[in-house]
T-cell receptor, first 109, second 114 residues
Framework: GIQVEQSPPDLILQEGANSTLRCNFS?????LQWFHQNPWGQLINLFY???GTKQNGRLSATTVATERYSLLYISSSQTTDSGVYFC???????????FGIGTKLQVIP | NAGVMQNPRHLVRRRGQEARLRCSPM?????VYWYRQLPEEGLKFMVY????????ESGMPKERFSAEFPKEGPSILRIQQVVRGDSAAYFC????????????FGSGTRLTVV
């Protein structure tokens, strides 16, 4: 099956700093999603982005499908950004997705 | 429009008992997916269902685990004769029919087997 690698595995930021999270995948994909799992365990869909660039407030994401990677940008980080960020991809004929192991982000005041 | 509803939020079972986890998808969503998350790990696919049909159960253990999504009512993930290794967070997600849509996750059920 498709392999999904995320980097870095762990990241500590000072509040206000910017960061880039990366997701590499081993095969062409039909869709790609970024999720944030907060410290209480809730999973929030941040972006559905099989290709191109999207922005939502301080977050933006870019997927370059031909080169098999996606980037999640967090600007002016806040403590509420802490948690685990997952990249999830689908390469089949339906919407079953495979998750990466995540990037654990801690934003300190 | 309520989101994906999972219950219970927390479930404690003794070894050998049965666990039933429920998931009501968002209104208009006909695809349901179950994932399991072990502590400090990512989410592992278990099963994908549509109404009255199991589409892909390649991630389900062969024994003790079953899932259904009846014509009426929520999707149910059933674990029979639970063991300590079943302790995990079980997440349900739903999506509309067709391609081009992302998942919406429920809040999960945290199963603890004692």
């Amino acid at each position: 099956g498709i392999q999904v690698e995320q980097s870095p595995p762990d990241l500590i930021l000072q509040e206000g700093a910017n960061s880039t999270l990366r997701c590499n995948f081993s095969d062409s994909v039909n869709n790609l999603q970024w999720f944030h799992q907060n410290p209480w365990g809730q999973l929030i869909n941040l972006f559905y982005i099989p290709s191109g660039t999207k922005q939502n407030g301080r977050l933006s994401a870019t997927t370059v499908a031909t080169e098999r990677y996606s980037l999640l940008y967090i600007s002016s980080s806040q403590t509420t950004d802490s948690g685990v960020y997952f990249c999830a991809v689908n390469s089949g004929g339906y919407q079953k997705v495979t998750f990466g192991i995540g990037t654990k982000l801690q934003v300190i005041p | 429009n309520a989101g994906v509803m999972q219950n219970p939020r927390h479930l404690v079972r003794r070894r050998g008992q049965e666990a039933r986890l429920r998931c009501s998808p968002m209104k208009g969503h006909s695809h349901v997916y179950w994932y399991r998350q072990l502590p400090e790990e990512g989410l592992k696919f278990m099963v994908y269902l549509q109404k009255e049909n199991i589409i892909d159960e390649s991630g389900m253990p062969k024994e003790r685990f079953s899932a259904e999504f009846p014509k009426e009512g929520p999707s149910i993930l059933r674990i029979q004769q639970v063991v300590r290794g079943d302790s995990a967070a079980y997440f349900c997600a739903s999506s509309p029919p067709g391609e081009g849509y992302g998942y919406t996750f429920g809040s999960g059920t945290r199963l603890t087997v004692v």
